[in-house]
């Protein structure tokens, strides 16, 4: 990732992806709604209907599977809250004292046998999460390195394997095989620290730390076979060769790009399960080849777009196919299928694109011995290789040809779908149009671009056309000594789609950021309904005549 980075989404499912996951998210959703409404016998009933489809409750995260021990607890069922509360607890080595002894569903037991042991090995727990958590980390390290290792550039070309790699943990705590300045160690392999304020952003990127670019990891990220790790060490190496710009493609929020990028999907998750299911290759090919023919139609009613598309594509797309193909994923075809999934069930589809392109082209490609990969200091593009290395020539697309792949890969469906949601996408894009557009406005821009960090959450995203880029979710933060304004954030569980939303868009060379006008404003803190601002010294606000607002430096 470069220059926009990426917040946290939350993983209902952990280790079980199929094509279930859908409905998985659904009911879940439904029972959490159901626990709100204290309708709790239904709720319950759901969430065991969830613990079902998920095969188990150990294919659930960590906050999922606490949800639902407040969902068997509002239900008065203390078997299933226990089972629950006791799998997190032994398992997981849940150790969150504060969140439990707060939970008003479980008070009722407090004074039980099974309460007192449950919060006994949660501060068990708590006491040796520190080292357990280190053990974990240097594991984790160490399990890629050994991959990377054992690739030794065969992929590539080139090793992957970069010691400097960042591990950030959410109590601010960095680790690393190398020895960082100030850093402690328990063995001399991994070095950990408390890291300074306003140094590192919480993401998955590549960022500087002490004057040396390093891949950073989230800690929440290393359960997923080295996939993660190496995809990011995979940047690391890649910039070595050539900078990519991570721009959101716009045009991908329109409805028939949409139908067009979703039929390409469809098409892809079919060779890929072609390929699990031993149909061979015909089969396998006539899939790629509709994926290729809805690609081009698609960029081609979209030309002006294409090198900015394949530019994304070749920066995180390779990276995520690198991660995948490396990683110790037992079947890493339906991890690609479980990666097309997730992205096509994001809102917007302008950046998430690529993480499930990448794969399932990388994948397929090699499932059919095709020598594509070739060197790092070029734009890679799928079609063209395609035409070149499978079918020996130009797709030449009639509107026959067109018709076919789009009956092939569930037209009626998605095409219906997609026009029952332009409606709500209408509905939002003229409530941001009239928040941030049409009413009085905080504006302020930045001055030093390539020192302000950005993470945000890139499925809660919106364009609006020709003026820029919504974000529902999203921090900002100097990392300049005070050349940009400050930092800022939306507030958490108020940074939906339809509810919160930040402008951003570029004029003359310059990035702004739009805000709705604050609720409060004291010396150093700008406060919106669902934003906070930290300004640095020496900036300020100022009102100008036609009611809008302005940070400038003083």
Same mark, same amino acid.
């Given at each position: 990732?470069? &220059?926009v =980075?990426?917040?946290?989404v +939350?993983?209902i499912?952990?280790?079980f992806?199929?094509a279930q996951?859908?409905?998985i998210n659904?009911?879940?959703?439904s029972?959490?709604e ?5 309708d709790y016998?239904?709720s319950a ?8 489809l998920a095969k ?11 949800q639902g021990t407040t969902i068997f607890?509002g ?7 226990f089972?629950i ?6 398992e ?6 504060e !969140?439990?002894?707060?939970q008003?569903?479980f008070? &009722?037991?407090? @004074?039980?046998k099974?309460w007192e042991?449950?919060i006994f090995?949660? &501060?068990q727990? !708590?006491a040796t #999460?520190?080292?357990r958590?280190r #053990?974990?980390?240097? @594991?984790?390290l160490?399990?890629a390195?050994s991959?990377l290792?054992k690739?030794n550039?065969?992929?590539w070309?080139?090793?992957?394997w970069n010691d400097?790699i960042?591990v950030?943990?959410?109590?601010? @705590?960095?680790?690393s095989l190398?020895?960082?300045?100030n850093? #402690?160690?328990?063995?001399? @392999?991994?070095?950990?620290k408390?890291m300074e304020?306003n ?7 590549? /960022?500087?730390?002490e004057?040396?670019e390093y ?9 997923d !076979?080295?996939s ?5 060490l =995979?940047?690391?190496l890649?910039f070595k060769?050539?900078? =990519? ?14 139908? +067009?990028?979703?039929l390409?999907y ?9 390929i699990?299911e031993?149909?061979g290759? %015909?089969?396998?090919k006539?899939y790629?080849? %509709?994926?290729v023919i809805?690609r081009k139609e698609r960029?081609?009613?979209y030309?002006?777009?294409l090198n ?7 920066l995180?797309g390779?990276a ?6 490396l990683?110790t994923?037992?079947n890493?075809y339906d991890k690609?299928i479980?990666e097309?999934? /997730?992205?096509?069930e994001?809102?917007t589809?302008?950046?998430?694109f690529?993480?499930a392109? *990448?794969p ?7 499932h059919l011995?095709v020598?594509?990969?070739n060197?790092l200091?070029?734009i890679y593009n ?9 079918n020996?020539?130009?797709?030449k697309?009639?509107?026959?040809t067109?018709?076919q ?7 009626d469906?998605?095409n219906? #779908?997609?026009t029952a ?13 009239d928040?941030?557009?049409?009413k009085p406005t905080?504006?302020v821009?930045?001055s030093?671009f390539? $020192?302000y960090g950005?993470?945000?959450n890139m499925?809660?995203?919106l364009t609006?056309? %020709?003026k ?5 979710s999203i ?7 005070g050349?940009?304004f *400050?930092?800022f954030?939306?507030?958490?569980? !108020?940074?939906? +789609?339809?509810k919160s939303g930040?402008l951003?868009?570029?004029e $003359?060379?310059?990035?702004?950021f739009? =805000? ?5 404003i004291?010396?150093?803190?700008v406060i *919106?309904?669902?934003?906070?601002i930290?300004?640095?010294t020496n900036w300020? +606000?100022?009102?100008? %005549?036609?009611?809008n607002?302005e940070?400038i430096k003083?």
């Amino acid at each position: 990732m470069k &220059k926009v =980075f990426l917040l946290l989404v +939350l993983s209902i499912i952990i280790q079980f992806a199929n094509a279930q996951e859908t409905d998985i998210n659904k009911i879940y959703q439904s029972a959490i709604e159901n626990y709100k409404a204290k309708d709790y016998k239904k709720s319950a009933d759901e969430f065991s209907k969830l613990i079902e489809l998920a095969k188990g409750i150990e294919n659930l995260s960590d906050y999922v599977l606490f949800q639902g021990t407040t969902i068997f607890a509002g239900n008065n069922n203390q078997e299933k809250t226990f089972q629950i509360l006791n799998y997190l607890i032994n398992e997981r080595f849940y150790s969150d004292l504060e !969140k439990v002894n707060n939970q008003n569903e479980f008070q &009722k037991w407090h @004074t039980t046998k099974e309460w007192e042991n449950a919060i006994f090995k949660i &501060k068990q727990n !708590k006491a040796t #999460q520190p080292v357990r958590n280190r #053990q974990n980390i240097k @594991t984790k390290l160490l399990e890629a390195k050994s991959i990377l290792e054992k690739d030794n550039g065969k992929l590539w070309e080139h090793q992957i394997w970069n010691d400097s790699i960042i591990v950030i943990d959410y109590d601010n @705590t960095i680790y690393s095989l190398t020895k960082l300045s100030n850093s #402690q160690t328990d063995d001399n @392999t991994l070095y950990y620290k408390t890291m300074e304020p306003n140094t590192l952003v919480f993401v998955n990127t590549t /960022q500087k730390y002490e004057g040396k670019e390093y891949a950073t990891v989230l800690s929440n990220y290393l359960n997923d !076979k080295s996939s993660t790790i190496i995809h990011e060490l =995979f940047h690391l190496l890649q910039f070595k060769f050539r900078k =990519f710009n991570g721009d959101a493609i716009a045009y991908l929020d329109e409805t028939n790009a949409r139908i +067009l990028l979703r039929l390409e999907y469809e098409a892809l998750r079919n060779a890929l399960k072609a390929i699990n299911e031993n149909k061979g290759t %015909d089969e396998v090919k006539s899939y790629l080849k %509709d994926a290729v023919i809805l690609r081009k139609e698609r960029q081609k009613q979209y030309s002006k777009y294409l090198n900015a598309e394949l530019e994304i594509e070749t920066l995180e797309g390779l990276a995520n196919y690198t991660g995948f193909g490396l990683s110790t994923y037992e079947n890493k075809y339906d991890k690609a299928i479980s990666e097309i999934n /997730q992205r096509e069930e994001a809102e917007t589809y302008t950046r998430p694109f690529p993480y499930a392109k *990448g794969p399932a082209y990388g994948l397929i490609f090699d499932h059919l011995n095709v020598k594509w990969r070739n060197g790092l200091d070029k734009i890679y593009n799928f079609a063209e290789i395609y035409e070149t290395k499978v079918n020996k020539s130009k797709l030449k697309i009639s509107k026959k040809t067109l018709e076919q792949a789009k009956t092939s890969n569930n037209f009626d469906e998605i095409n219906k #779908q997609e026009t029952a949601r332009e409606e709500h996408q209408n509905k939002l894009i003229a409530y941001y149009t009239d928040l941030l557009i049409n009413k009085p406005t905080l504006k302020v821009a930045i001055s030093d671009f390539d $020192n302000y960090g950005r993470s945000f959450n890139m499925n809660g995203t919106l364009t609006l056309k %020709d003026k820029g880029i919504v974000y529902s979710s999203i921090r900002g933060r100097d990392k300049s000594d005070g050349k940009n304004f *400050g930092s800022f954030s939306t507030i958490e569980g !108020k940074d939906e +789609l339809g509810k919160s939303g930040i402008l951003s868009y570029k004029e $003359n060379g310059t990035t702004y950021f739009v =805000f709705p006008l604050p609720t409060k404003i004291t010396d150093t803190k700008v406060i *919106g309904e669902f934003y906070e601002i930290e300004l640095n010294t020496n900036w300020k +606000l100022v009102k100008k %005549d036609d009611g809008n607002m302005e940070i400038i430096k003083e």
